[in-house]
């Protein structure tokens, strides 16, 4: 069984759209985050939520709303949509208390293109 | 906050030759340096990991070095094959991971 799965794997769509996408993990981590990938293979946080909460919040546009529901899911929605969306999104998952820092669990991304 | 920075972007080696990457990082404070390879199309994996308190790591024909006081760590690949072609990350946390750039691998037969 995948250890984080998120959907869809990928999702084409119009400027100005909304659109979610979802991610489950089963690993029981207590901590979930959104990173972005972009065309240069950059890999950037957005956000992490430890046990249902914000914990990391970078500069992203508020546009961008994650939503946690349990501690095993972390969704995002994206409102508007824009070009410069476009990317790899992929949801990770980790276990804090695993001494100086944990490892990331990537789920295996959506990839955003918005024409 | 935490800045790291990667070198090579790319590089190209000859099958059986040892490949090195190199990083380094601003926070003193980071405490935690993974490293991963993404294969094309898709997910980074975890390779290989170090903590502050341990100065050299080694899983086989995998390697990572880390010197606290000049805030580098490095990668060291041995015996390359094709199948290590892919982009490798290189991160540094205190509580929150950051990536450097990447460094696409190419293992030439």
């Known amino acids: 069984d995948t250890a984080v799965s998120q959907t869809p794997k990928y999702l084409v769509t119009q400027m100005g759209n909304d659109k979610s996408i979802k991610c489950e993990q089963n690993?029981?981590?207590?901590?979930m985050y959104w990173y972005k990938q972009d065309s240069k293979k950059f890999l950037k946080i957005m956000f992490s939520y430890n046990n249902k909460e914000l914990i990391i919040n970078e500069t992203v546009p508020n546009r961008f709303s994650p939503k946690s529901p349990d501690k095993a899911h972390l969704n995002l929605h994206i409102n508007s949509l824009e070009l410069g969306d476009s990317a790899v999104y992929f949801c990770a998952s980790s276990h804090p208390g695993q001494g100086a820092g944990s490892p990331l669990h990537f789920g295996n991304g959506t990839r955003l293109t918005v024409t | 906050g935490e800045n790291v920075e990667q070198h090579p972007s790319t590089l190209s080696v000859q099958e059986g030759d040892s490949a090195v990457i190199k990083c380094t990082y601003s926070?003193?404070?980071?405490?935690?340096f993974p490293w991963y390879k993404q294969e094309l199309g898709k997910r980074p994996q975890l390779i290989i990991d170090?903590?502050?308190?341990?100065g050299e790591k080694k899983d086989q024909r995998i390697a990572v070095t880390l010197n606290k006081t000049a805030k580098h760590f490095s990668l060291h690949i041995t015996e390359t094959q094709p199948e290590d072609s892919a982009v490798y990350f290189c991160a540094a946390s205190n509580n929150k991971l950051i990536f450097g750039a990447g460094t696409r691998l190419a293992v030439h037969p």
């Open positions: 926070d003193s404070a980071s405490n935690y």
């Open positions: 170090i903590r502050s308190n341990v």
């Open positions: 690993l029981g981590h207590d901590t």
